[in-house]
């Protein structure tokens, strides 16, 4: 159990354009969903907090309005990157912590953003 | 001073030998510890995930925190070639705390 998917897994965009990504808790609910965001070599670096149903919450030096979250369901959170510069090319991954238990967080497989 | 530090490696060890990977942490209040494990171009998979000090065992795996000195350990045993990856430490205070990562650090098992 526990299974978070992404989708997609790679995408290539061109600047200036937006993109959608997808994380969905596949057999579990999941009332807190997180975003984050990893360049090579590096560590994940939280973007975003998203709660099922509320907005969400922005860690220091994120754009809300060019990284829009929404957590519309207790499965399913988008992540919208805006005008996409190719800056923003990184690796996207979500993560999902169950609405019961423990504070674990189960994450996905990620999404490879390239935007050229 | 970054709140979780980790060596990034590489680390390089033949196949069999026994992997120690460590963290040390600065902020007190961490309560919960985790290690995952990431493939490349693929998310992290949780590995262990311990509570307060002292060990816990899952088949090869033994995390080990020692929150007096404020140090994490992960220990493999019997290291395989499909243990190539880069192993990531974790921690938070508990509740709705956000989860602060080390930089992970890249194993290489040899065959």
């Known amino acids: 159990g526990a299974v978070v998917s992404q989708h997609p897994s790679w995408v290539i965009c061109k600047s200036g354009t937006s993109v959608k990504i997808e994380c969905r808790s596949l057999d579990f609910q999941a009332t807190t969903m997180f975003w984050y965001r990893q360049f090579p070599k590096q560590s994940l670096m939280l973007m975003a907090t998203s709660n099922e149903g509320s907005k969400a919450t922005y860690e220091q030096g994120v754009e809300k309005d060019k990284f829009l979250i929404n957590h519309a369901s207790l499965t399913l959170s988008t992540l919208t990157v805006t005008s996409a510069h190719p800056e923003d090319s990184s690796f996207y991954i979500c993560s999902a912590k169950r609405t019961s238990g423990n504070n674990e967080q189960f994450f996905g497989p990620g999404t490879r953003l390239t935007v050229l | ?111």
């Open chain 2, 1 to 111: 001073q970054k709140e979780v530090e980790q060596d990034p490696g590489p680390l390089s060890v033949p196949e069999g030998a026994i992997v120690s990977l460590n963290c040390t942490y600065s902020n007190s209040a961490f309560q919960y510890f985790m290690w995952y494990r990431q493939y490349s171009r693929k998310g992290p998979e949780l590995l262990m995930y311990t509570y307060s000090s002292g060990n816990k065992e899952d088949g090869r795996f033994t995390a080990q925190v020692d929150k007096s000195s404020k140090y994490i350990s992960l220990f493999i045993r019997d290291s395989q070639p499909s243990d190539s990856a880069t192993y990531l430490c974790a921690t938070h205070s508990g509740g709705y705390q956000k989860v602060t990562f080390g930089t992970g650090t890249k194993l290489q098992v040899i065959p």
